[in-house]
C-alpha cells in the first residue's frame, strides 16, 4: 500500500465534484491538505467519465468487389479526404468504402486533363501510340 495513501471519502467526491469547475485544483488542493493536485485532477477526470459504451459503426462484411463481383479483395487504409479504411479490388483496380461507394482515383482526373490538353486521349484513355507520337515529335 502506498504511503500516506487513503480512500476517497463520499464528502470529498461530493465537494470534488461541486466545486472543481469554480476552483480548479489548485485551490482545492489548498483545501483539501491530505489531496495533491494531480490527485485532485485525476479523481474529478475519473468521477465524470462516463460509462456509455463506445458505438462502433456497423461494419457489413464485405465478400465480393460491388463492381466486377470479384471476391479477391483486401482490407485497406487509405485516403479520402481523411485516412478511411476501404476495400481494394485485386482484380479491377479499384478502392471502395464499406457502404460499396468507391473512391475516385487521387490524380485520375489530373492525368485525363493532361491528355486531353495534348490530344493524348482516345475513347477516354490515355493511349501509349499517342504517348510515343508526342514524344518523337517534340525531338
Not at 461541486?18 to 494531480?38: A, V
Not at 485497406?76 to 479499384?94: F, P, R
Not at 464499406?98 to 475513347?123: F, H, T
Request: charged share 35%; with cysteine.
Amino acid at each position: 500500500m502506498l504511503r500516506g495513501w487513503k480512500r476517497w471519502t463520499v464528502e470529498e467526491d461530493e465537494k470534488l465534484l461541486r466545486e472543481y469547475k469554480l476552483k480548479g485544483p489548485t485551490k482545492l488542493s489548498k483545501e483539501m491538505t491530505n489531496r495533491t493536485i494531480h490527485a485532485i485532477m485525476h479523481r474529478y477526470r475519473i468521477l465524470t467519465q462516463s460509462n456509455k459504451p463506445i458505438k462502433r459503426i456497423n461494419e457489413t462484411q464485405i465478400d465480393k468487389c460491388p463492381f466486377c463481383g470479384s471476391s479477391r479483395i483486401n482490407k485497406i487504409e487509405t485516403w479520402h479526404g481523411k485516412v478511411v479504411k476501404a476495400y481494394y479490388c485485386v482484380d479491377c483496380l479499384k478502392e471502395f468504402l464499406p457502404n460499396r461507394e468507391l473512391i475516385p482515383p487521387l490524380y485520375a482526373d489530373s492525368c485525363e486533363k493532361v491528355g486531353e490538353r495534348n490530344g493524348l486521349v482516345e475513347n477516354g484513355n490515355i493511349a501509349v501510340r499517342s504517348v510515343r507520337k508526342a514524344r518523337s515529335e517534340k525531338v
